[in-house]
C-alpha cells in the first residue's frame, strides 16, 4: 500500500513539470527607459578687473603747483582737481602749495636762489610782468598750454594782459579775474540824500554825510595796511582816474607829479571818515556786512559774502544784521577824478618758470579743462570770472547768489575785462617798466606810504611822493642794469 502510494504521487510530480514545460513562454517587453542626465556646462565669461596702477614715489614725476588760492576750503578743491589728475597720470604726483600774495616775490626769490623753483605758479598779472621782464617764465611752454586749449576760446583782453611786450609772445595762462567796485549802501544814500560814490566830489560827500545815517558809524573802512596789496589796488584807480601814473610818455619816473599827490592826500583825506586802522579786505567786508559803515572798495569776490555773510579769520561766520543786504546794496566800478576816470580789476594766471618739468603743461592744462575749470570757479563765482568763453554759461549757474542781483550788475561783471584798467596795461610801457610796476606792488610801496600818511602820520602825500619818486627810480636803475 504504502509503496503503491509513493509511486503515485511520483507520477504526479513527473505531469506537474510536464505541464509546466507545455505552457507557453512569458512575453518579454521591451521598456525604454528614459534617464535625465544634468550636464554642468562652465562658460568662459571674460571679466574686466580695474588694476590700480601703484608706481614707487621715487619713480614719480613731482609737479609743484603754487597757487594764491589759500584759503582751506579753495586749498581742498585745488587738491581734488589734482587727485583726478593723479588717478588718470599715476606717474605723477601733484603737490599743491598755498602761498600768500603779497609774499609771492619773496617766495620765487627764494626758490630760484636755492634752484628749486616750483613748476607753476597761479597769481596776479602785475607778478607776471615782473617775471617776465627777468626772463624767469617758460613763454613757449604758456603758449603751448593756450594752443592746446584752443587760442580762440580765451577772451582777447585776457590774451593781451599776459602778453609780453618784450618777446611778444604769452609769458602765462590766462585762468580767473575779479572786478573791483565801490559797493555802498543805495538806502542809506538814498536816506542821506547823496549820490552815487562815483565821482571824488560824491565820495567826499559821502564821507561827511553817512556816519550817524542809520546805524552806520563810518563812511567806509579804507585800505591802510602796510603788509597787505589790498591798499595798493585801491589806490591805483583812484591815481588812474585823476590821470597819475608811474610813468610819463618818455619813460621817466612820475611818482611825485601834482597828479600824485593830489591822489595820495584824496585817498589819505578819507581816513577821517573811515573805521580806526590799520585795515585790509577782511575788515572793509565785516564792516560793511555788520551795518558798521556804508562803503567799501572790494572786489567781486564780496556778492556771496553779502547774502550768506563771511567767514571770520578767527573762526565762525558773520551774521549779515542787514536784511536784504545786496538789495540794498548799489554798484559803482568807475571812479570820475578831476583828470579822468578808471575802472579796475585783476587777473590771475598760472606760469610755468623755466627749468619746470615738461609734465606742469599737462596739469596747467587738465586746471582748464571742463568739471575741473568749473569747479575752480565754483569756489568763489563772482570773484572768478571765467577767461574761456566755453565756460561762460556753466559759470552762470554756479551760485543760486546771481539771482540776488540786477541784470545790469552781471552784465558788467561778465563783460570786466574789457573795460579794466591797470598801471600794468598801459599801452606805451615797455617791459621793464612793466616789471617796475610789478615791483613796486610786490615791495608794497603804495601801501606803505599810505600808511605813513594816514596813520602813522610820519609823511606828508608831498613827502610821501618823493619817497616813492626815490623808491622807483632805484628799482628802475636796477630793472636797467
Known amino acids: 500500500?504504502?509503496?503503491?502510494?509513493?509511486?503515485?504521487?511520483?507520477?504526479?510530480?513527473?505531469?506537474?513539470?510536464?505541464?509546466?514545460?507545455?505552457?507557453?513562454?512569458?512575453?518579454?517587453?521591451?521598456?525604454?527607459?528614459?534617464?535625465?542626465?544634468?550636464?554642468?556646462?562652465?562658460k568662459e565669461v571674460e571679466k574686466i578687473v580695474e588694476k590700480e596702477v601703484v608706481v614707487p614715489p621715487e619713480e614719480r614725476t613731482v609737479v609743484e603747483f603754487w597757487t594764491t588760492d589759500n584759503e582751506e576750503d579753495r586749498v581742498n578743491v585745488y587738491e581734488a582737481v589734482a587727485k583726478r589728475f593723479m588717478a588718470e597720470n599715476p606717474a605723477i604726483e601733484v603737490r599743491i602749495v598755498p602761498i600768500e600774495e603779497a609774499g609771492v616775490s619773496q617766495r620765487i626769490a627764494t626758490a630760484l636762489a636755492a634752484n628749486r623753483p616750483p613748476d607753476i605758479i597761479r597769481m596776479g598779472i602785475e607778478r607776471v610782468a615782473a617775471f617776465a621782464a627777468d626772463e624767469i617764465l617758460d613763454e613757449d611752454a604758456a603758449a603751448a598750454v593756450i594752443g592746446s586749449l584752443g587760442e580762440d576760446d580765451f577772451r582777447a583782453g585776457p590774451l593781451k594782459m599776459v602778453t609780453d611786450p618784450a618777446t611778444g609772445q604769452y609769458a602765462a595762462i590766462p585762468y580767473d579775474g575779479w572786478i573791483q567796485a565801490i559797493w555802498y549802501r543805495q538806502d542809506m544814500f538814498d536816506e542821506a540824500g547823496l549820490p552815487a560814490p562815483v565821482a571824488w566830489d560824491d565820495i567826499k560827500a559821502a564821507c561827511e554825510g553817512l556816519p550817524g545815517t542809520g546805524n552806520l558809524l563810518y563812511a567806509l573802512t579804507l585800505a591802510t595796511d602796510p603788509g597787505q596789496n589790498y591798499p595798493h589796488q585801491v589806490f591805483e584807480q583812484v591815481a588812474m582816474s585823476n590821470d597819475a601814473w608811474p610813468f610819463d610818455a618818455e619813460g621817466n619816473v612820475t611818482m611825485n607829479t601834482p597828479e600824485m599827490i593830489e591822489a595820495l592826500a584824496f585817498y589819505a583825506g578819507l581816513q577821517d571818515c573811515a573805521m580806526p586802522g590799520p585795515q585790509y579786505w577782511r575788515g572793509a567786508r565785516e564792516a560793511y556786512e555788520l551795518d558798521q559803515s556804508g562803503m567799501l572798495f572790494y572786489s567781486t569776490y564780496i556778492m556771496d559774502d553779502l547774502v550768506e555773510g563771511s567767514g571770520m579769520e578767527g573762526g565762525g561766520q558773520v551774521q549779515i544784521d542787514v536784511e536784504g543786504l545786496p538789495e540794498k546794496t548799489g554798484f559803482a566800478p568807475q571812479m570820475e577824478g578831476p583828470n579822468g576816470s578808471a575802472s579796475y580789476g585783476q587777473l590771475l594766471a598760472p606760469s610755468i618758470p623755466k627749468g619746470a618739468d615738461p609734465e606742469a603743461q599737462k596739469v596747467a592744462e587738465w586746471f582748464l579743462t571742463s568739471q575741473n575749470y568749473q569747479d575752480v570757479l565754483a569756489l568763489a563765482p563772482f570773484g572768478k570770472v571765467p577767461v574761456l568763453k566755453s565756460a561762460v554759461d556753466g559759470w552762470k549757474d554756479l551760485s543760486p547768489y546771481f539771482q540776488e542781483y540786477s541784470p545790469e550788475t552781471l552784465e558788467q561783471i561778465a563783460n570786466g575785462f574789457e573795460s579794466m584798467q591797470r598801471w600794468l596795461f598801459r599801452p606805451d610801457y615797455d617791459a621793464t617798466q612793466r616789471a617796475v610796476i610789478g615791483d613796486i606792488e610786490g615791495r608794497l610801496l603804495i601801501p606803505q606810504a599810505i600808511s605813513n600818511i594816514a596813520l602813522e602820520g610820519t609823511m606828508t602825500p608831498e613827502t610821501a611822493a618823493e619817497w616813492l619818486q626815490e623808491q622807483v627810480e632805484t628799482i628802475l636803475a636796477e630793472r636797467q642794469q
Open 1 to 42: 500500500m504504502t509503496k503503491r502510494i509513493l509511486t503515485l504521487l511520483a507520477i504526479v510530480m513527473i505531469l506537474g513539470v510536464l505541464a509546466a514545460c507545455a505552457q507557453p513562454a512569458p512575453e518579454v517587453r521591451e521598456v525604454e527607459k528614459v534617464v535625465k542626465e544634468t550636464v554642468v556646462v562652465e
